[in-house]
């Protein structure tokens, strides 16, 4: 089966740059979507199919997907994007989700 | 507005059995594919089971295969997933979703309903 990879965690200095990446064998061939999931909330999607970003969601938080790995780019990090994220892809009619990073602001 | 409720969880047994159901509003629900996700405490997400628009197909993940069942009913716009012989394992918040288009990533997500399996 299908497998994502992601760190359990990165951190990041306020107004610095966060990259959350997620691996998986020939993912660049995939649509890749990114899900925001903050203390007792439910998850929300921040990029879709790759790089598209839902109404709402700040152009600070874009993705790319190539080769091997995908990529969520948080920049000016601010406090409230402190949360996990979690990638995701449609395989032979199976949903995979990445373990998740947990992204910590300092 | 669109809403999705999930009910019908709570405390059962191993061995036991339980029926969840999501009341959807808010769009056609008979034009979505719909998703059962879960999430175990302090854990990440994992994929439970999908339904394509029409009820003609069924997806399952091999961790639930042949105890759960995935089923809707379009006229009352409800998504129900029948869990049997129920684990320690699947204790999780199980979440209703909605793909964004078929085979795609879920737009839109319940506020989640909690089981717990254990004696």
């Known amino acids: 089966s299908y497998e994502l990879t992601q760190r359990l965690s990165v951190s990041v200095a306020l107004g610095q740059t966060a990259t959350i990446t997620c691996g998986g064998t020939?993912?660049?061939?995939?649509?890749v979507h990114w899900y925001q999931q903050k203390p007792g909330q439910t998850p929300v999607v921040v990029i879709y199919r790759d790089f598209n970003r839902p109404s709402g969601i700040p152009e600070r938080l874009s993705g790319s997907n190539s080769g091997n790995t995908a990529t969520l780019t948080i920049s000016r990090v601010q406090a409230g994007d402190e949360a996990d994220y979690y990638c995701q892809v449609w395989d032979i009619n199976t949903v995979v989700f990445g373990g998740g990073t947990k992204l910590t602001v300092l | 507005e669109v809403q999705l409720v999930e009910s019908g969880g709570g405390l059962v047994q191993p061995g036991g059995s339980l029926r969840l159901s999501c009341a959807a509003s808010?769009?056609?629900?008979?034009?979505?594919?719909m998703n059962w996700v879960r999430q175990a405490p302090g854990k990440g997400l994992e994929w439970v089971s999908s339904i394509t628009s029409s009820s003609s197909t069924t997806y399952y993940a091999d961790s639930v295969k042949g105890r759960f069942t995935i089923s809707r009913d379009n006229a009352k716009n409800s998504l129900s997933l029948q869990m049997n012989s129920l684990r320690a394992e699947d204790t999780a918040v199980y979440y209703c979703t909605r793909d964004y288009g078929s085979g795609d990533h879920s737009d839109y997500w319940g506020q989640g309903t909690l089981v717990t399996v254990s004696s």
């Open positions: 020939n993912i660049g061939t995939k649509h």
């Open positions: 808010g769009f056609t629900f008979s034009s979505y594919r």
